[in-house]
Structures are given as structure tokens and as C-alpha cells.
């Protein structure tokens, strides 16, 4: 019986971290998206305190996600911020003096901060998943959850160097999270069940009109930043 037990026990755990794998591509992505402008020491900073907390939040919002998500125009909210998150990393400015360690730190604590909140509302789906593999075990999430943070901060790293080297892949990167909020936006159960019945076209519609818009804003942000950067400063007399 014992031996049976921790069967189970293993077989869910399995399920949990290939579950954890599967979905997180696109977490992978925005923390490669968010670092790729820090220095290397920064890097391993934001990786390290952007996945103990989005290990912690996981873990507490397991508890509650079933409520969450049932909650009408929460998704919505979620998907509107995603997409600002996917705009500002696409067009996020260039860094100032290397030298400046307020500068930084801020950015640091930025980087941390948009790992924190982009991964925290594109894993609600994610949590729901591993919940259930877990059959309300929590110490199996946590123990889930831990083991494929470095598979997940592999990717990153990973994802980090082909965007340095193919800055095509900064690109893909903020469209997948578009892609994420226009999925997102229509599961809301404040407006899915009209959609089903008289706006089926949106379930693939949506995602793309999204990853437009984060696409061709961010860009658009992007070069009037750049602009700005490079006007000559006119000096006063």
C-alpha cells in the first residue's frame, strides 16, 4: 500500500514538472526578454529572485486559481497588462552610463518586477494544470515547480544569446506574448460564452490582431525613443 502510494506520489510529481516544461515557453521568453539589456551579473540577479518569486506566487495562487479564474473580466485585466508588458519590453530604451549602479539597480528591480507579473498572469492556466496533478498536495507543486526553474532558466539563458545574435527573435518573443494576451482576453468567462455562440472567428483572430498591436507598437515606441536619443541638444544662450 505504502509502495503504491508513492507510486502515485512519483507518477504526479512526473506530471507536474512535463506539465511546468510544456506550458512555460512563453515564461521562458519573457525573462529573456526582460534581461537581454542587463549587464551578465544583473542577469543571474533578475533569474535568481524573478523565479523564487514566481515559484512562491504559483504556489499560493494554487490555492485560490480555481476561484480566480472564475472571476469575470479578471482575464481581460490580465490580458490588457500583458500587453503593455509585451510593448515596453519590445521598446524598452537603451541603457544609460554602465557606471551608474542607482541606474543599475532600478533596472535590476525592474527586470524582477516584470518577470514577477508577466509569468504570474501567463501561468494561471498553467497553475490550474499542475493543481490537478497535484491532487491538492502542495509540497509536490513546490517540489514540481523547483525542479524545472533551472530547465526554464536554461531556456532563457538560451533565448538571451540567439536574441543578441538575431534580434529577429526580440520580435517573435514580444508577438508570442501578444499572441498570449489575445488568447487570454477571449477566455474570460465574462465574454467566452458569447464568443463561442456569435464570434467563433475571434479564437484565432483575437491572438493575431494582439500580436500586432504589441508588434507594431513597440516598434513604433521603439524608434520614436531612438529618435529622441539621438537629437542634437540645442544649447541655450
Known amino acids: 500500500m505504502q509502495v503504491s502510494g508513492m507510486s502515485e506520489a512519483l507518477v504526479a510529481l512526473v506530471q ?42 504559483m504556489v499560493g495562487l494554487t490555492a485560490i486559481v480555481v476561484w480566480l479564474l472564475s472571476l469575470p473580466y479578471l482575464e481581460i485585466v490580465g490580458s490588457l497588462m500583458l500587453t503593455w508588458i509585451g510593448i515596453k519590453l519590445l521598446a524598452v530604451e537603451e541603457e544609460g552610463d554602465d557606471g551608474d549602479k542607482l541606474e543599475q539597480k532600478g533596472t535590476l528591480m525592474a527586470a524582477i518586477r516584470t518577470i514577477i507579473i508577466a509569468d ?20 509536490m507543486l513546490m517540489v514540481g515547480l523547483v525542479i524545472t526553474v533551472p530547465v526554464i532558466l536554461f531556456g532563457s539563458a538560451l533565448l538571451m544569446k540567439l536574441m543578441e545574435r538575431f534580434p529577429i527573435f526580440v520580435l517573435i518573443g514580444a508577438g508570442l506574448i501578444g499572441w498570449v494576451a489575445g488568447e487570454m482576453i477571449i477566455s474570460d468567462p465574462a465574454i467566452k460564452p458569447w464568443i463561442d455562440a456569435n464570434a467563433a472567428i475571434l479564437h484565432w483572430g483575437s491572438p493575431i490582431v494582439f500580436t500586432l498591436i504589441v508588434v507594431a507598437t513597440g516598434k513604433i515606441l521603439e524608434r520614436i525613443a531612438a529618435r529622441k536619443a539621438s537629437a542634437p541638444d540645442i544649447a541655450l544662450p
Open 16 to 57: 507536474i514538472i512535463i506539465i511546468n516544461v510544456v506550458l512555460s515557453g512563453d515564461n521562458a521568453v519573457v525573462i529573456a526578454l526582460a534581461c537581454r539589456r542587463l549587464s551578465p551579473k544583473h542577469q543571474k540577479q533578475a533569474f535568481l529572485w524573478g523565479s523564487i518569486g514566481v515559484v512562491v506566487l
Open 120 to 139: 504570474i498572469i501567463m501561468s494561471l492556466d498553467n497553475v490550474l494544470a499542475m493543481a490537478g496533478a497535484a491532487k491538492g498536495h502542495m509540497w
